[in-house]
């Protein structure tokens, strides 16, 4: 399957070789964005935080604050993926859930759909404003916002497997799985609220591994599809 418009869901951890940033890791994720934009893909991009910040580990720090302190975890990130994009002569937008004054521009979804369609990757950040809520939640509501073809999650896993593979040698790798499966064993692709709200609104969500992302791109049959019907 070939999509035309896309969010792809990052980890913080994607910019990182430990905690922090690493120059090469982000020259390395920028220009596989790059290739993939080359190929005429309409990208919009959600990146997480825990590179950062982890909300749950902060177990002195109310949920609240916690989830507060990874929002601006997200908008560090967003602001040096942006950078490192730009460098690469790719024109990027951020759009913020919560705007920093002077820094990020707040979430507006007719800027979003105009910069797509002039060919610029929008970088969404800090969640979606809100406490007790994950950017797997954030990565889906903006999917259906901007009308994606469907959600790419690039991880370091090939697909979605019945069990940890690193773990479980006899983990079954899924091809093709639906949402009501998804939910019903509990397998952790995204949190359960993003995986209602794509079910719900019909956007599939590709699982595949982080080094494939530009020939998935290009409509490689690889990772695991998650969507409302299964495919042999």
């Known amino acids: ?17 430990g905690f922090g940033i690493d120059r090469k890791q982000c020259e390395s994720v920028s220009r596989s964005i790059k290739k993939c934009v080359g190929l005429g893909l309409e990208l919009a991009i959600v ?3 825990g590179n950062f910040w982890r909300g749950r580990t902060g177990t002195e720090i109310s949920r609240i604050r916690s989830d507060q302190m990874g929002m601006l975890a997200t908008s560090m990130n967003a ?12 024109k990027t937008l951020i759009q913020s ?6 820094i990020l521009k707040r979430f507006s979804i007719d800027d979003t759909l105009k910069a797509l369609k002039k060919g610029k990757v929008v970088i969404f950040s800090s969640g979606i404003g809100e406490p007790f809520f994950s950017t797997d939640t954030c990565a889906a509501l903006r999917a259906c916002e901007i009308r994606a073809d469907a959600i790419f999650k690039a991880t370091n896993v090939d697909g979605i497997y019945s069990a940890d593979p690193k773990i479980d040698k006899e ?5 093709s799985i639906s949402f009501d499966e998804v939910l019903e064993k509990n397998l952790k692709v995204m949190d359960m609220t993003a995986i209602s709200l794509c079910r719900e609104n019909n956007i599939p969500i590709l699982v595949f591994k982080f080094d494939d992302l530009e020939r998935v791109s290009g409509g490689a049959n690889l990772g695991s599809l998650v969507s409302n019907c299964i495919f042999e």
């Open 171 to 175: 983990a079954k790798k899924y091809a």
């Open 47 to 49: 990146i997480g935080g």
């Open 1 to 17: 399957m070939k999509f035309k418009r896309v969010l792809l869901k990052l980890s913080g951890e994607s910019l990182s070789s």
């Open 97 to 102: 859930s919560v705007g920093i004054n002077g």
């Open 79 to 90: 602001l040096c993926l942006s950078d490192f994009l730009e460098r690469l002569k790719i």
